[in-house]
Nanobody, 124 residues
Framework: QLQLVESGGGLVQPGGSLSVSCAASGRTFSSYAMGWFRQAPGKERVFVAAIGRNGGSTKYTDSVKGRFTISRDNAQNTVYLQMNSLKPEDTAVYYC?????????????????WGQGTQVTVSS
């Protein structure tokens, strides 16, 4: 069992930066690939970024490439999403998710554990 708790969301102006974190419980965090997803109002939850168990492999959706960076600290049981050059269309609830094993995937259905989400609002 893995419990995930996101933090760090908030309000930021367009062009600004924000970092969100996801803290995981349990002693096997390094056995899980991790992902970030987001859900905008009235829309489905979609993939944002994912990272492999040791951080050596990452995957991003096209709309955030070059702006967002996913990273992890296995000693701290935490995964991060650094978001730069934020746009209003990045406004959403951001969720972290965990999938046991080495595969880095954008398929939300393959993630077994989910956090409760943190709101990110990009607005002037």
């Amino acid at each position: 069992q893995l419990q995930l708790v996101e933090s760090g969301g908030g309000l930021v102006q367009p062009g600004g930066s924000l970092s969100v974190s996801c803290a995981a419980s349990g002693r096997t965090f390094s056995s899980y690939a991790m992902g970030w997803f987001r859900q905008a109002p009235g829309k489905e939850r979609v993939f944002v970024a994912a990272i492999g168990r040791n951080g050596g492999s990452t995957k991003y959706t096209d709309s955030v490439k070059g702006r967002f960076t996913i990273s992890r600290d296995n000693a701290q049981n935490t995964v991060y999403l650094q978001m730069n050059s934020l746009k209003p269309e990045d406004t959403a609830v951001y969720y972290c998710a965990a999938r046991w094993g080495p595969v880095v995937t954008s398929e939300g259905g393959l993630y077994a554990y989910w956090g409760q989400g943190t709101q990110v609002t990009v607005s002037s």
